[in-house]
């Protein structure tokens, strides 16, 4: 049976005691008993899935770390055999080479390194008013909640949110 056909038959004993003057009658006593009974099962069956779905994500996120721990070996042997590549060539003096197979060639490229622990604010006016940075903004909601919960009035952007949720130990 599903749960909402559980709750469904919850309502309709409600209904049937109701009816019945709030007298809890022995065939009243025994739906209920079974009800529950049904609705004690249903539970622990979604229990015991919370709990198979929780291991099945730790088993991924564990996949995931082993897969990524692959890749990136896999990524600095890329990168060490470009090296020896890049040295071998440069050793040699040749800026081009033609194999049977490939056309290599030496080039040179720069790369931009920014401290920012070290960039005044100047500085970061001055590259974001040039289009060459931007500002992001993250809001730290814990702090936020913290602020505002007690506030009578709350600013039009903000609103509190219930949630409830079930624990099973």
Request: charged share 35%; glycine share 2%.
């Amino acid at each position: 049976m599903k749960l909402n056909d559980l709750i469904a038959e919850f309502h309709e004993i409600e209904d049937l005691i109701i009816d019945g003057g709030g007298e809890v009658t022995p065939e009243l006593e025994v739906m209920l008993n079974v009800n529950s009974e049904a609705l004690n099962d249903k539970l622990d069956k979604y229990e015991n899935l919370k709990r198979y779905l929780k291991g099945q994500i730790e088993y991924l996120k564990s996949q995931e770390c082993h897969y990524k721990k692959r890749r990136n070996t896999l990524a600095n042997t890329i990168k060490w055999l470009s090296e020896n590549q890049t040295y071998a060539l440069k050793q040699t003096e040749n800026q081009k080479l033609k194999t049977d197979e490939y056309n290599y060639s030496v080039r040179k490229s720069e790369k931009v390194i920014i401290d920012e622990k070290n960039i005044s604010s100047e500085w970061d006016k001055k590259l974001i008013y040039r289009d060459m940075a931007e500002v992001i903004v993250k809001y730290d909601k814990a702090e936020i909640k913290k602020h505002f919960k007690d506030e009578a009035e709350l600013p039009n952007w903000l609103k509190f949110e219930e949630k409830w949720s079930v624990t099973a130990r």
